[in-house]
């Protein structure tokens, strides 16, 4: 059993940065490859980015390549994911999420999410 609880997200300007971080329970937090996914209201869930479980490996969405960095401490549990240059639309509830596989999109554990705002 994983428990993850999300924490990082707030109100920034665009262009600003947020350091969102997402901490687990559970022992088998090392197993699990990890994802970022973040819903904008109105809108579907959105794939933000993956780490496998040694963090030898992420992969991004588009939309984020290049300003978006996922990295993961297995040693405290966390799995982080840096934002920078945001713009207005990435403002979205992002969740954290566990994965059994790096390459699955079914995920067994989810956060509670964290609210990220992107607005002057």
């Known amino acids: 059993q994983v428990q993850l609880v999300e924490s990082g997200g707030g109100l920034v300007q665009p262009g600003g940065s947020l350091r969102l971080s997402c901490a687990a329970s559970g022992r088998a937090f090392s197993t699990y490859a990890m994802v970022w996914i973040r819903q904008a209201p109105g809108k579907e869930r959105e794939f933000v980015a993956r780490i496998s479980w040694t963090g030898g490996s992420t992969s991004y969405a588009d939309a984020v390549k290049g300003r978006f960095t996922i990295s993961r401490d297995n040693a405290k549990n966390t799995v982080y994911l840096q934002m920078n240059s945001l713009k207005p639309e990435d403002t979205a509830n992002y969740y954290c999420?566990?994965?059994?596989?790096?390459?699955?999109?079914?995920?067994?554990?989810w956060g509670q999410g964290t609210q990220v705002t992107v607005s002057s």
């Open positions: 999420a566990a994965a059994r596989s790096f390459y699955t999109s079914e995920y067994d554990y």
